[in-house]
């Protein structure tokens, strides 16, 4: 029996019952191990002012470590770069569509949001992209789960297993033209009706793993030879590609960064995007075969350095 480790949102649980139900397609029985994380918790503020993303896959890792769980699903986009010792993500399964989307119910699309228009937002790799085609808006940060940031701009109309969730009362914020959430978390959560526009990646390119599982596990454990089972290839090499920019820009919650990659044949079309200062966004891409060595030069580039 594999013990899988979760958050509890709404989301993890979806991914982590995938999970689940991918194993069982390979004859390998599990249970889930629901956890709250610190990224939970604090929602108060945005998390590069806590501590990262990384947050949300401490404490499923300390059950790793404590022998509570097998394996641990994270949304990929989560987990940072650099792993703790004697760790490994085991498995990339294959990969929901990676772009954002924005939910715009009044304007339904970027181009026609008002002058001014709110939108919400606390990843600072979609607040850089936004403002770079819309110089004009009004970026708010807002957290919370999927429904809780829908229900900022419809005005209370989200739908969840039968609930209608609403924004606090007295929000100080008050309501928002807009949110942009991952078009995948979306589609999970049967929520993507809400969506107004998808945006192009030209637009706003996806954090590296967006709308990818990544299965951690203590190297050489069952949870680890359990977790390898559910690899997909394509998946696998694009994502690794992504983090390699990361790994090379020492990237984290903080560093507004983007990265996607695509298999074309057998070679990675890799495209990557930084933030810096004064407002600028820098891009670069590069094609290859070696998802390491290309996320290491995209990265390279970025900074200015040239490739390895």
Not at 164 to 192: C, F, M
Not at 261 to 269: F, K, Q
Request: net charge neutral.
């Amino acid at each position: 029996m594999i013990r899988i480790a979760t958050r509890r949102s709404a989301l993890a649980l979806w991914q982590a019952e995938r999970v689940k139900a991918l194993l069982a397609e390979r004859g390998i029985e599990s249970s889930l191990v629901p956890m709250t994380t610190e990224g939970d918790r604090i929602v108060d503020r945005p998390l590069a002012e806590v501590g990262g993303k990384g947050l949300f896959v401490k404490e499923l890792e300390q059950a790793l470590c404590e022998g509570r769980a097998d394996v641990a699903v994270h949304s990929a986009k989560d987990v940072p770069f650099a792993l703790p010792e004697g760790f490994v993500l085991s498995a990339f399964p294959a990969r929901e569509d990676a772009r954002d989307a924005l939910v715009a119910p009044r304007s339904t699309t970027l181009q026609r949001l008002p002058r001014g228009a709110r939108v919400g937002t606390s990843s600072l790799r979609r607040a850089m992209q936004l403002l770079a085609a819309r110089p004009d808006l009004v970026i708010v940060p807002v957290r919370g789960n999927v429904p809780t940031r829908l229900a900022r701009a419809t005005g209370g109309t989200v739908m969840r297993s039968g609930v209608e969730v609403r924004p606090a009362e007295g929000d100080p914020q008050g309501p928002l033209d807009a949110v942009v959430l991952a078009l995948a978390g979306l589609r999970r959560l049967g929520l993507e009706q809400h969506a107004t526009e998808i945006l192009p990646v030209e637009v706003s390119l996806p954090a590296a793993g967006q709308g990818a599982l990544a299965i951690e596990a203590i190297r050489g454990s069952a949870g680890d030879k359990a977790g390898v089972q559910l690899e997909d290839r394509a998946t696998a090499l694009c994502v690794r590609a992504e983090r390699a920019v990361l790994t090379r820009l020492a990237g984290d919650c903080t560093t507004p960064v983007a990265a996607y990659a695509v298999l074309e044949g057998t070679s990675l079309w890799l495209r990557a995007a930084l933030g810096v200062p004064g407002g600028r966004v820098v891009r670069a891409e590069g094609r290859g075969t070696d998802p390491d060595a290309l996320g290491r030069a995209v990265g390279g580039i970025l900074l200015g350095e040239g490739g390895d």
